[in-house]
């Protein structure tokens, strides 16, 4: 296990250099100044003659790239002009509102969808069934603002039961704390629940077919515990797989949807960024999202050991 | 010993071969294909009729008519100055300028993003998919570029991009078509991969066929029906993303009448005027949906090995 974890480790690191060099060439292979753009428009001349000595902009690409990715191992990721402030604390400081959002997103989605899609695989073909198949195309095809706004104009706007916009600190009490993320997190949920209800239902389709669920089911064992200890337990794997492949889908959901609810988190970070044209804090936000994106799915990976017994690493 | 069958019982076999659909008719049965393909038909024919449909100039405004409700009267200038009564269909935005209009024309701008994300993305992801399949030398190095792109949530790569090149309607197709290259590619691939050990390849080669002659006779038909299924899911994803980047802020720039540029506009005034954002909506979720749901049906139909995985 302990040899395994080591080089599944091992392994995450070509990935994450070659994530790193793509991050790097986006800038390289834009037309224009490098030094200049990370300025902004507003920089002095001795400042982008700073930045030009500081990166080494004056040796071959190769020695750029060492030296950007020796800042980077350094946990420097460079300074916004924008923000006035280095980009990694500016991470650290929106990384509150887009955690809980996203943890909360996670809750209910998985609460939602796993029950849904195994009810649909027991009662195969029935209304709840056709009913999740036709809500999951749904959910794959409105976009999460007009859900966003949908959800206001009725939940908020009509019906009055949350509140529109903003975001309160954990710090400012666990209860408006989540009733802040209710709707925004509701929102988010929607494209997630299609994809792990969908999943969830095609394996657990497949285990209800093994010899061992019709023995479970010959030998008297009441349907739940069929279907719960029988069917899903050994469906498990490829449902874990989806939740962190879906992480993915989960980050740029967060981008729109914190735009749209005003939460001050990494997603809106990124907006205004890029609206602000702040390359530094783009190139920071881009290499944290993917780190994270990485490192969920090796901790996927390791879960199988515990889903599936048969897996021994 | 078992007898062999007579011969009558071959010609019967026959006969049902030859009476299975073709491929072409079981697609046209398929009510997902019929559905989903009815309702992109009369889309595009929209998006092709846009200026006869009642509509004006999507960039005309008129102050005068600021702010109205679905289906008020109102003026509208054009641009030699005469002014004409004009019913809103729709509504009209904050300058003035016709919804109805906007959204119409913007049926244009996310069937060519769509269509031309789809065919950037698949032209790539074919090219390099036979590159790495059938070069073995390349396969390793292309395939972790694959893996770099892919472990970047997708929608992060096409904002980046767009910030850099800025926003026109060719960088905005290409940064939406950069992630989604990844999967054709990997698609390909595996195709290859198992094509290449089919025994009319192995001839093909040893008969001293160019490598690139194998490639375009023999593997590139045997992947057209995955890539078609393929292709409809990008494009439906790609008129997502523009319509997110054009309502960001980050996509094509604002003059131009896209359905999420009109939603962007109607941010500020949701509370009072909510058709700005909800008609573009429609339009947006409707088209989505509709290549969605042809893209399923083509795929039960073309590629039946895929249907059975998902």
Redesign the interface.
Known sequence: MLAFLGRRLLSTI???L??S???FL??RL?PGDPAA?LAGDQATVEQIAQIRTNLGLDRSIPEQYFIWLGHLLQGDLGQSFYYKTDVVSLIGQRLEPTLSLAAITICIAVAIAVPLGVLAAWRHGGWLDRLLMGFS??G???????LA??L??TLS?KLGWLPVQGYKRIGDGIGAWIYQLVLPSITLSVIYVALIA?VTR?SVLETLGEDYVRTARAKGLPEVKVLLRHALANAAVPIVTVIGIGI??L??GV??TE?VYAIPGLGRL??DA??A?D?PT??G??LF??FV??VVNLLVDLSYVFFDPRIRY | MAASPPPQDLSVEAATVIARPSTWQRVRANGSVRVGGTVLAVLVAIALAAPWLGTVDPSLFDPVSRDLLPGQKGEMTDLDGETFEHVFRFGSDSFGRDIYSRVIHGTRVSLVVGAFTAVVAVTFGVLFGLLAGYLRRLDGPLM??M???M???????A???????RGSLSTVVVAIAIPEIPRVTRLVRSLVLSVREEPYVEAAISLGTPTWKIMLRHILPNTTAPLIVQGTFIA?SGI?TE??LS????GLPPDIPTWGNV?AEGREQ??AF?HN??FP?IF??LT??SV??LG?GLRDTLDPKMARR?
Not at chain 2, 151 to 157: E, G, M, T
Request: proline letters at 4%; charged letters at 5%; hydrophobic letters at 75%.
């Open positions: 070509p990935v994450l070659i994530v060099v793509l991050v986006m800038l834009t753009i195309v749904m794959f095809s409105v976009p999460v603002f007009v706004y949908l206001i104009w706007m969908r095609a993915a889908l980050i740029g981008v729109v735009s990124t907006v890029v609206l044209r390359f783009i190139q936000v881009i999202f993917s994106y990485v | 972790r570029v893996d770099g792109i472990s970047i949530p997708a929608i992060l790569i904002i980046a991009l767009v910030a850099l090149w439906a997502l319509a997110i309502f960001l802020g980050v939603m949701f509370a909510p954002i909800l909506g947006l979720a989505v949906l969605n749901i399923d998902t």
